[in-house]
């Protein structure tokens, strides 16, 4: 099967773990983001373009299944995975913490830029102290769970990291 079709029935199959299972889950009342941590893994494989496609068809999805304006996933995923593919490009590539530590902060930044621009759309309800709560909460969860996205991507993409890493993603070049 051809990578990208296996990547993207991997990010439907999250985005509906994530809608169906983690409701049930939820950690404080707060559940990850899978698709979220699925554009963050790819981001650091493939790189920025590839990051924002996979973060804006995942967050596509889930839109459909929330009750905030559709695209605003979209826009705040694809924006995630593209600063991560950027950031990626520095980064030791060994480390054991690459995954908990990316998901992790691409769940703060994630979460963040959704909060804001919902605010700027007038979603009030997305603008108060609790965002604040839910957003770290969330952050947190995807870094737990993000190895286990980071392992699955990796099979998804079906190829060794290291040559990824060598051609500087297949996606961005």
Known sequence: ?????????????LVVAQVALFPHLRVDGVAPDLGLVTAVAVAYREG??????VGFSG???????????LGLSALSWAITGYV?????????????WAAPLLGGLGGLLGG?????????????????????RVVVIAA???????????????WALHEPRTASRIRGGRWGA
């Open 59 to 69: 967050g596509l999805l889930l839109d459909l299944f929330l009750r905030t304006p």
């Open 1 to 13: 099967m051809i990578p990208q079709i296996r990547l993207g029935l991997l990010v439907v199959a």
């Open 84 to 96: 991560i593919g950027v950031l990626q490009g520095g980064m030791l590539r060994t480390s054991r």
């Open 112 to 132: 963040a830029v959704f909060v804001l621009i919902g605010g700027i759309l007038g979603s009030e309800e997305l603008v108060s102290s609790n965002s604040i």
């Open 48 to 53: 920025p373009n590839a990051g924002a496609v």
């Open 140 to 154: 947190v969860y995807d870094a737990v769970l993000a190895p286990l996205v980071f392992l699955l991507v990796g």
